[in-house]
C-alpha cells in the first residue's frame, strides 16, 4: 500500500476566499494536494471572522474557518503593492492549479488573468468561479451562498404553501452544488493535462453549478410548463414530510411511495385503506421516540430518518462514530478542537487530516522554497511590505 495520498504533489495556489472556494480547494487538500492560500493582513479571507469563535481576539478563533482550511499553507501578500504580482507568477511557475472565487474584474485588477499565467506556465489548470461565470449581464455581481441560493430558484422551492420563501436554512450553495463542481472540473483538467501536456482556464458560474441540485423542478416546467410552489409533494410519493416524535423538538423524516411501501405503512400502523395516512402516522410518531419510530419504519422497508441536531450527529450517532468520522486537531490558538472527517475513504491512498487551518501568513518562509526566491530578494519584498 502507498502512504501517499491521492493528490501528492499538485501544488495549488488558492485566491479563493469565504465559503465556496475554500472548501473546493479544501478537498484538493484533504486529498494530498499542497495547498498555498494566498491572503494579506489588510485583507484577509472573510471567512477568518465567521461564526462560530472560539474567542474574538484575532483572526485565528473562527471555526468556520478551521473546518474550511485543513491541510492548507498560508502566505501573506499584499497584493496591492508593487512587486506582488511578479511574486505570484514566480509561484505560478512551479504550480499546477490557481484558484480564485472573485469576480472577473478582480483578477484582472491583479494582473492575474489565466492569459497572464499561462505566459509563465502553459501547463497551469486555471480555476475561476464567480457567482455568475465569465459573461452575461450578472458577470460583475457579488454573491454569497443566500444570494446564488435566490438567483438560482432554489428559494423559491423552499417553505410552506402560503408563506415566504425560506430556504434551506444555511448556505447550501457553498456547502455542496459549487465546491463539488470546482473540485471535479479541476480533477478532469488535470487528467486532461497528463494526456495532452497542456493546461486550460475552467470558468465555474455558482448560479448554474446550483442549478443542478434541483433538475426537477426546471424540468417539469420545461416539459410540462409546471411551475413547482414551496412546500409542494414530489411527485410518485404518496407522503413525505417530517413528523413529530416524542420528547422535546423531536421530528423523524419519511417518504413513502405508493404500493408495497404505503401498504407496509399502513400495515405497522394498523390503518385501514380509508384511514388518512399522514394524521395516523403523526399519531403513531408522537407515541414513539424520534430514534426507535426510525428504527421501526427502516424495519419496515421505509425510509425514514431521525431530523438529527448537532448534539445528536456529535454525541450520539453510532453509525459516525463507528465510522471514526469525527476527528480532533490541535490548534496553536483555538486548542484541541473537533472537525468532521473526510468522507471518502481509500483503500491504498488512505487520506487524513496532516495540519490544522494555518495561521495568516504562517508559511511566509517557505516563500523562496515555493515561488524561486532568492533570500536577499525575499528580505526586500519583507521589507517593502509586499510579504507581510
Known sequence: ?????????????????????????????????????????????????????????????????????????????????????EVILDMARHADVMANSFSPKAMKKFGLEYADVAAVNPRIVFLSMPMAGAVGPYRDYIGYGMSIAGIAGMFGLGGAPGHAPVGTGTNFPDHLPNPLHAAFAVLAALA?????????????????????????????????????????????????????????????????????????????????????????????????????????????????????????????????NARGFWQHLDHPVMGRTLYHGIAAKFSRTPTAYRTCAPLLGQHNDELPALAGLSAGRYEALAAQGVIK
Not at 501528492?8 to 479544501?26: E, L, M, N, S, Y
Not at 478563533?61 to 499584499?78: H, L, P, Q
Not at 443542478?212 to 417539469?220: E, H, R, S
Not at 404500493?259 to 405503512?265: F, H, K, R, T, V
Request: hydrophobic letters at 40%.
Open 192 to 320: 486532461w493535462r497528463r494526456r495532452s501536456g497542456k493546461g486550460q482556464e475552467i470558468s465555474i458560474s455558482q448560479i448554474e453549478s446550483t442549478m443542478a441540485a434541483f433538475p426537477d423542478a426546471v424540468l417539469d416546467y420545461a416539459a410540462n410548463g409546471r411551475v413547482a410552489a414551496p412546500g409542494k409533494a414530489k411527485h410518485g410519493y404518496a407522503l413525505r414530510g417530517t413528523f413529530p416524535c416524542a420528547g422535546d423538538d423531536r421530528w423523524c423524516a419519511v417518504a413513502v411511495k405508493a404500493g408495497a411501501p404505503l401498504e407496509a405503512l399502513r400495515k405497522l400502523l394498523g390503518a385501514g385503506p380509508t384511514s388518512d395516512i399522514g394524521e395516523a402516522l403523526a399519531a403513531w410518531t408522537r407515541s414513539h421516540a424520534a430514534e426507535d419510530a426510525e428504527r421501526l419504519l427502516q424495519n419496515a422497508g421505509i425510509a425514514a430518518s431521525v431530523v438529527a441536531r448537532p448534539a445528536d450527529l456529535i454525541r450520539d450517532d453510532g453509525h459516525l
Open 1 to 85: 500500500m502507498s502512504a501517499q495520498a491521492p493528490l501528492t504533489g499538485i501544488r495549488v495556489i488558492d485566491f479563493t476566499w469565504v465559503g465556496a472556494g475554500p472548501f473546493t480547494t479544501k478537498i484538493l487538500a484533504d486529498f494530498g494536494a499542497e495547498v498555498i492560500k494566498i491572503e494579506s493582513r489588510t485583507r484577509p479571507d472573510q471567512l477568518r471572522r465567521a461564526e462560530p469563535l472560539v474567542g474574538r481576539r484575532s483572526l485565528e478563533e473562527s471555526g468556520y474557518f478551521a473546518v474550511r482550511n485543513t491541510n492548507k499553507k498560508s502566505v501573506s501578500i499584499d497584493m496591492k503593492a508593487p512587486g506582488a504580482r
